[in-house]
């Protein structure tokens, strides 16, 4: 009985061995699974969240093409106001700087010897008047005492001769005496345009008008304002050889075309203008096209003579999708675009760009409507394995005067836990 006991003994051992053997694996692998919570685990096999970049829908749409060129602003009439009489300045009749009407009086000239003119034409005229009386009433006494042969025919013509002379005489004593009194009324210098008057270049007291025309004042008309800029004539050509190809179409009209100015100060004048003409020819020292265009101005806020910046939309794009710029990577070999699909893989697409307009590329050809366009992230990326899927999420402007990560940055609380979520990132 004994042998037979010892004998069950060892022919057991063997599998309860290996029996223990399996459970003490079991209970490492166990050990080795929650060792990364530990303070001291290393690297393990818990899935990591899948980054969150940011994205944009594509969504095609008309978009206006705008050109934003250098410009100058410029009167629509300017008058130089001219003394056309010779004689003392007498007195100035209106406020510099203010707003005045066609035909207001703004200077006086002494009159005096133009009056005196006047009165001299006036007698010379009587006295024409008076000598071509008395030569057609002789004519009238020859005529029927030459018909009886009672004077002869050459004090006739004569006569005839002087009545002519003397009518040509009343004639120009006429003209005289009208020039007279042109010079006349030209002591009372009035305005000839409706516009704003600046400075007074003569004083009273002045003697002004004494062989050439003496400038006096300017009266510049700004309501509308003109605003004279250039464009690159191989901009404009480019231009016209997309809209014969069907690529874009007029903003308005056949050759219409409405235009924004931006002041110095980086605002949208509030008024829109618009485009009259392009000059014919291109500068040969400049290779620029001279535009004008008119833009209203009733309360007189722009002034002739300011630099500011013009945006012509001279065409728009059809079906054309805009993306932020960041969003496009620009190479020599072609734009390329992250694209997201819906199982959060990258792929890269090439596309087509246009123009810029307020920060945003115009995109022709390359992307379809729907499709997800990364715009922030990358960095992300950059540290993660190549074909790492992603979350996509809206991708929201940031704020320019950086008002959210202001308090963020200000509170020494808040960076302690992301340091701390960060730790066990570094140490693996």
């Known amino acids: 009985m004994p042998l037979l006991h010892v004998s069950r003994q060892s022919s057991f051992s063997p599998r309860l061995a290996t029996v223990a053997a399996v459970v003490l694996l079991v209970l490492a692998g166990c050990g080795k699974s929650d060792a990364p919570g530990g303070p001291g685990g290393g690297g393990g096999g818990g899935g990591h969240p899948a980054p969150e970049v940011g994205v944009v829908v594509a969504a095609p749409t008309d978009v206006g093409l705008v050109t934003e060129l ?13 003394a056309r009489a010779s004689g003392i300045l007498l007195k100035r009749e209106f406020r510099e700087g203010s707003d005045v009407k066609a035909g207001q009086l703004l200077f006086r000239i002494d009159p005096a010897p133009l009056v005196a003119a006047t009165q001299n034409a006036q007698a010379t005229l009587a006295r024409a008047e008076a000598n071509a009386v008395q030569a057609k009433a002789l004519a009238d006494r020859y005529k029927p005492l030459v018909e009886a042969n009672a004077v002869s025919k050459q004090e006739y013509a004569t006569a005839v001769a002087s009545a002519k002379q003397a009518e040509a005489d009343v004639a120009s004593g006429r003209a005289a005496l009208q020039t007279a009194k042109i010079n006349q009324s030209y002591a009372d210098v009035t305005s000839p345009i409706a516009g704003r008057i600046g400075r007074a270049l003569v004083t009273e007291g002045a003697l002004v008008g ?53 002041l110095e100060d980086g605002t949208d004048y509030p008024l829109e203008g618009k485009l009259l003409f392009s000059d014919l020819t291109v500068d ?145």
Do not use: H
């Open 284 to 428: 040969s020292t400049t290779g620029q096209v001279t535009l004008r265009a008119e833009v209203p101005n009733p309360k007189g806020e722009l002034l002739p003579g300011l630099y500011v910046r013009v945006k012509l939309e001279q065409a728009q794009a059809t079906n054309a999708i805009t993306v932020p710029q960041q969003a496009v990577t620009r190479t020599q070999q072609g734009d390329t675009v992250s694209v997201v699909d819906k199982d959060g893989k990258i792929s890269q697409r090439s596309v087509k760009i246009s123009a810029a307009k307020d920060n945003q590329w115009v995109v022709l050809d390359g992307l379809k409507a729907g499709e997800q366009v990364m715009v922030d992230g990358f960095q992300k990326l950059q540290m993660m394995p190549p074909g790492t899927p992603v979350k996509a999420v809206p991708w929201t402007k940031p704020n320019p005067n950086g008002g959210a990560a202001k308090p963020a940055a200000e509170g020494a609380a808040p960076a302690a836990p992301a340091s701390a979520e960060k730790t066990p990132a570094e140490k693996k």
């Open 210 to 262: 004494q062989g050439d025309a003496t400038e006096l004042a300017v009266v510049q008309q700004i309501n509308p304002l003109y605003v004279n800029f250039t464009q690159s004539a191989s901009d404009a050509m480019k231009l016209r050889r997309a809209v014969a190809a069907g690529q874009y179409k007029r903003a308005s009209g056949e050759e219409a075309a409405t235009i924004r100015v931006v």
């Open 70 to 82: 250098p410009g100058r602003l410029e009167a629509s009439r300017i008058a130089q106001v001219r």
